[in-house]
């Protein structure tokens, strides 16, 4: 294994310091319990968004903390989740007066600690909800998840959430454009290498040099099906074959496009992935409004990509466009 | 080989569509000769900014096409000069009446390529003016270059000439400050693993599963030397050392320090690196005061980073800080 670390056991607390000492004006960290906010700290009177979970999908999800998305972020060891303790640290940071909203991903260790950081925080008077990302379309149910995994798809929910907690939503409408959006995101992935996590030292799995797994997570946890790889072309039409089985008829409708990369994989690639998925989408009769291609949410240095769809409204089309302000998405300050 | 592409020789045309198809409010494409451009064409009176080379380096150039950079992007095959033809039709793409600034790393077919294409554009009446970029201080010579080749360090010069042209500079001023800017800034790789170029199917070299080719280039091209993989923190002290010794000293100077990944390298470990240099340009006095992480100048999917530093005045500060509205790069606005 290389890996430009200095220990397995130090690399999230040192990942997360050089993170922000590089971007003090988007976002400070606190070290114990270890969680990432927003710098200036809670907002008076906004809705205070948390996430987290196991790191290893930089740069979600600290790096999506700032001004028009997340309040706080929790980062756990590599591929683990956080302990209630560092969540509550963080709903306590993230909190402004007018409640606190967790966005979980589907894994039972999340749900779990998230759960229990929220009865911590109930019994100290504080407002919490909780909404569940679980958009990948792939399994039902798998390694670390009762029912789908929550993936790519997590990115979008906390940009819209975040834009309407950033205007002035209350709670009641932060969770309901989240839930709305949670249910409206699916997603399907590839692997075509797997990750190597620094404490294992080698590969998650082994894939033959003609083999890709489809279907995959982002924990290098099993998918549907070992593959022969193919072209970018027969992987978009795999990919969307199942998201769109999932989705529905997009006939006529406005659609989000979102091209995740899951780490190793070079923009030279998913720009040809997008391609390819974007025509197909159009030949089904959707339109492409909105899109997004770059690797947000990743798996170490797993080699592959994802493909997410989103039936837009009006709405959820001004949320997206809303100002951001974070270390890895931007736009319009 | 596994890759998201279609066929080798389509990978670049394809990714050019499948960028400007998800990106058509900041750039635009022409197909034959092939060049991205900014939407909305050149701006009257503003110098004209080009740049380009072979692909695989991506975001680089075409990423950096938009307000507060370049105004158009020449991209080649992969690892490939392209040839002077669609530098010219980018060349008068870019024009906007104030004269045309290529933007040129030093590899031998990019400084012939662009040499004639500016003396086909001065032929026709353009103005045009060059600026060359060898800010890897790894080597002398190489296999591509006679001189140092030109590697992260092109990304700082064409934010720093693109905000001069932005505001208004007039092409004196713009190349002055771009000379200025790739003399002061300098750059040092390291490889963990090569990368695959499409039409060759196999890795560019061989390392051994505990070996780093230190000062490497950004097509595969050796260094200075192999050496044992070693932690972060040693890392960055060899790859600075190199860099400071070329450098001088920079006790008390303000900085940017750019950690550039090499296309495989995860987020989380670029954070790690980043905050080890820091560490060590601190404790040699110098004050970090701006900072850039992420893979921006990449190797198609070579593991491994580079570490940049530019010592900053309060012009070169102000420009850094401009507004930016591209693809990859993205500040206030």
Redesign the interface.
């Known amino acids: 294994?290389?890996?430009?670390?200095?220990?397995p056991g130090d690399?999230?607390t040192?990942?997360?310091?050089?993170?922000v000492?590089?971007?003090g004006d988007v976002l400070t960290a606190s070290t114990d319990p270890l969680f990432v906010s927003r710098a200036g700290g809670a907002v008076s009177g906004k809705v205070g968004l948390v996430s987290g979970g196991g790191?290893?999908h930089?740069?979600l999800h600290a790096?999506f903390v700032g001004v028009g998305m997340l309040d706080a972020a929790v980062p756990g060891a590599?591929f683990t989740s956080p302990s209630p303790e560092p969540i509550l640290a963080a709903m306590q940071a993230a909190d402004g007066g007018a409640g606190v909203m967790q966005i979980v991903k589907n894994y039972t260790g999340d749900v779990l600690n998230f759960e229990v950081a929220a009865e911590l925080g109930e019994a100290e008077g504080m407002t919490v909800r909780s909404v569940l990302v679980a958009d990948d379309v792939a399994v039902e149910d798998s390694t670390w998840t009762a029912g789908r995994r929550g993936v790519a798809g997590t990115l979008v929910v906390e940009k819209i959430a975040g834009a309407a907690a950033e205007r002035g939503d209350d709670l009641d409408a932060v969770v309901a454009v989240a839930e709305r959006t949670a249910r409206a995101v699916r997603t399907m992935g590839i692997a075509?290498?797997a990750p190597t996590v620094p404490a294992a030292g080698r590969p998650s799995f082994d894939l033959e040099?003609?083999e890709?797994e489809l279907g995959i997570g982002i924990h290098g946890e099993p998918g549907r099906s070992r593959v022969k790889?193919a072209?970018?072309?027969e992987?978009a039409t795999l990919l969307l074959d199942a998201v769109l089985a999932d989705l529905g008829d997009v006939s006529g409708r406005e659609v989000l496009l979102l091209v995740n990369g899951m780490?190793?994989?070079?923009?030279?690639?998913?720009?040809?992935?997008?391609?390819?998925a974007?025509r197909l989408l159009e030949e089904r009769g959707a339109s492409?409004v909105r899109?997004?291609?770059g690797?947000y949410v990743?798996s170490?240095?797993m080699?592959?990509?994802s493909i997410s769809v989103m039936p837009l409204d009006e709405e959820l089309i001004t949320l997206w466009d809303a100002p951001a302000h974070t270390v890895a998405l931007?736009?319009?300050?």
Chains 1, 2 share one sequence.
């Open positions: 294994m290389k890996k430009l670390i200095n220990d690399v999230v040192q990942s997360v310091a050089g993170l000492s590089a971007h790191s290893g930089e740069p790096g590599v075509l290498h040099d003609d890709v790889a072209s970018a072309d992987t780490g190793a994989t070079p923009a030279l690639e998913l720009y040809v992935l997008y391609g390819a974007r492409v899109s997004l291609v690797s990743t170490l240095d080699a592959g990509a931007r736009q319009g300050m």
